[in-house]
């Protein structure tokens, strides 16, 4: 039964539709033959296409149900339904009429198209007459045929009809990309052009009568280039070099006679290749008993083409200012590729990369760009060979346990004997065990001190100096500040003795400590403060910079950890905190490194995030602040005037100069605002503005969103305050109340 109800309503559809197509083929072939009357009456033209609407909706009667007549086209054209399909339609059914459905259901129904469409191809020759009809005329008009003698004996009326303007006809645009890209060219009727830059683009708009007419173009600043006449058409060629608004506009007899919306022009940039390499591991150590070749790979692909693909390699050896740059560039297949994996092998015994070299690869590509080509790189990356036969600074540091007491023990050594202790846990009484968990603990403390004098922390150390909270054995007393006597949980004792205690220290200049009493200075000493920097605040210091300094910051604060779980006896738990300062103290010494660069080298990139933007820009700044504040506060005056003035839909003519100047003057600041203001993206509002400064009315779409765009530009107070339409109707609902009697 659904099937058989689906039937009809899909029948009875058709029928409407054919219904409504012949009454626009009607309307279309009366209007076809209005505009080929003599003149342009365009509400004359409408009015005659409406009623040939109306006439053929009065005859076809496409807006009513026809279902019956679905039914009878399908009994007439189906005789197995049997006459039976109104059945459908009545509620209650008995028993043989329920019977004959379910026959009917069963059968093979269609629809009858010949029938539905039948009459169409009448109309349509209406249509194809109205054409004829209105293009015989307009050949008529544009080849006169005139008499032998028409020349000899003139008619009166001919003489005395003004000639008609030219009217517009219609215009397209060919966009050709360059050749390398290897794209179609395209011709399109919609004038709003988005090509690559460099294509070429040829333009083309035609004109009823050409004769004594005159075309441009005319873009955003109001500069005009003309059209060239060929064969009735008006063409312009040229290439795509940045983007904009541009109109096209006619003159006739030193008169505007058409001038088109304003069309924008969008030039799109050919991409450099993007390389993503495999690895993300910029810095990485290579030791003497791994592979002489290192294994890498990259994805690199281009919007069009990669032309070439290659890696560049540099080899510095020696060290201090014996520094040796070897750069080989290593060519990569394929070639003229869109998209491709490249797998490269470095053999390093090539490159007679040694002990203690470093190597600097990146990947590079160029695409095929013409005629000059996009260049990309990646990121450098470094490959350290490992010298284990060099002595390193913190082991030197180490030497002198043999001759001092074990105050500079390095953070690798530590790491050994804190590994060493956990193994003899078992064959060390307990008393042993702590005594040797809390000296290494001493030695991390001793270490902390040492890389916190890099940061400023000079007078926080006694190094080798007794440990009195070892010897009392309270060894929560030896982990808190004041057992370093300076903490502010430190008696005035403590921190006398401390001090009294502290080693001199020598920079080029003397400190010395005195113990003054509270609230007496001694006057020499408060005026030179004035004038020296206090170097144990680690704000002030410039041993390194920000990042470098961090590094070790984090580095102490393992190290407190480290020291707190080796003074509490569990090397355990101190054993992760110490790789991992070894491991922020290497990150910060190879942070540290530096090269200067050598002819033929390209040194690794600049770390922007770090050094970009840090010049002295004070008056540079203050200047660009004043002009930004100042163009903000006239553009957000001028919003404001143009809002008044669309608020007025009468306008007289002097104030619709006025209104036209500052559109004009609203344009061009849009349009040179750049891009991180909108720019020439605010493609719709500056459409709008260019209307305005013509002369030309906008609809209610447009005016809509021009106020909206520009109350986004007014200043605060005067997006804080209602708008003038809205105070206009509270004014007009309070005079209507007062006016109403209590």
Sequence with gaps: MADLQKLIKSVNTQIQWVAIGKCLLLGLAFRLVAISLPGEHLFLESMIGSVGTLIGI????????????????????????????????????????????????????????????????????????????????????????????????????????????????????????????????????????????????????????????????????????????????????????????????????????????????????????????????????????????????????????????????????????????????????????????????????????????????????????????????????????????????????????NVMPEYFRSQRQIIIDTEKLIAKRKKLGTKDFNATSNEIGFDQKVLRLRYGQYLGEEFETAIGGDNPAADNGNVIDAFTHHSDGHGEGASPAERGSADAGEPAHAEGHAHEHKHEPAGEKDPLAALMEQYTHAHDDAETNTFYEQSTRSLLKMALEQMWQSELHLRTYEPEKALPFEHKALEYLKTAQQKARTYVKKSG??????????????????????????????????????????????????????EQAKRAALSSEMTRRLTESGPFNGGLQNWNMIASLQKLAVGRALNGVELAGLKRDLYKRTDAAMQSRPSWSGEKKLEAAFRKAMRQPL
């Design 58 to 401: 009065f005859r076809t009667k496409a807006f009513t149900d026809r279902k019956r007549k679905a039914i009878a086209l399908l009994h007439s054209h189906n005789p197995g339904l049997e006459y039976s399909l109104d059945l459908l339609d009545k509620p209650d059914l008995n028993l043989a009429e329920q019977m004959q459905l379910e026959r009917i259901a069963a059968r093979d129904a269609s629809a009858p198209r010949r029938e539905v469409y039948r009459g169409l191809w009448a109309y349509f020759g209406i249509f194809l007459l109205g054409w004829a009809i209105n293009h015989g005329v307009y050949l008529w008009s544009s080849h006169p045929e005139a008499p032998a003698n028409a020349a000899k004996q003139p008619s009166i009326l001919n003489q005395n009809s003004p000639p008609k303007a030219p009217r517009y006809v219609d215009a397209h645009v060919k966009v050709t990309p360059p050749a390398y890209t290897g794209l179609p060219a395209k011709t399109s009727a919609d004038l709003n052009i988005s090509a690559l830059s460099g294509s070429a683009v040829e333009w083309s708009v035609e004109f009823d009568r050409p004769a004594g007419l005159s075309v441009r173009m005319v873009n955003s600043r109001g500069e005009e280039v003309a059209l060239k006449e060929s064969n009735g058409a008006f063409t312009l060629r040229d290439r795509i070099a940045g983007s904009g608004l541009y109109s096209i506009k006619g003159y006739w007899k030193d008169s505007l006679i058409y001038q088109s919306d304003f069309y924008k022009m969008e030039a799109l940039p050919d991409l450099a290749p993007r390389i993503e390499p495999a690895s993300k591991e910029l810095y990485r150590y290579h030791l003497l008993k791994d592979p002489k070749s290192i294994s890498i790979s990259a994805k690199i692909s281009d919007d069009f083409q990669v032309k070439q693909a290659f890696i560049v390699a540099t080899v510095a050896r020696g060290s201090g200012e014996n520094v040796k740059f070897r750069e080989v560039r290593m060519p990569l297949g394929p070639s003229d590729f869109k998209e491709a994996n490249i797998r490269k092998t470095i053999d390093l015994n090539a490159l007679q990369f040694a002990p203690g070299d470093e190597l600097y690869y990146y990947w590079a590509a160029t695409d095929n760009r013409q005629p000059e080509a996009n260049f990309s790189k990646s990121d450098t990356y470094f490959v350290v060979y490992k010298d284990t036969a060099k002595i390193e600074e913190a082991e030197l540091a180490t030497m002198a346990v």
């Design 601 to 654: 080298y390209d040194p690794p990139p600049i770390k922007e995030k770090e050094k970009r933007l840090t010049g002295e820009l004070k008056d540079l700044s203050t200047q660009w602040e004043y002009e930004k504040a100042f163009n903000a506060k006239q553009t957000a005056a001028l919003a404001a005037a143009l809002l008044g003035y669309l608020e007025n839909d009468k306008l007289p003519k002097s």
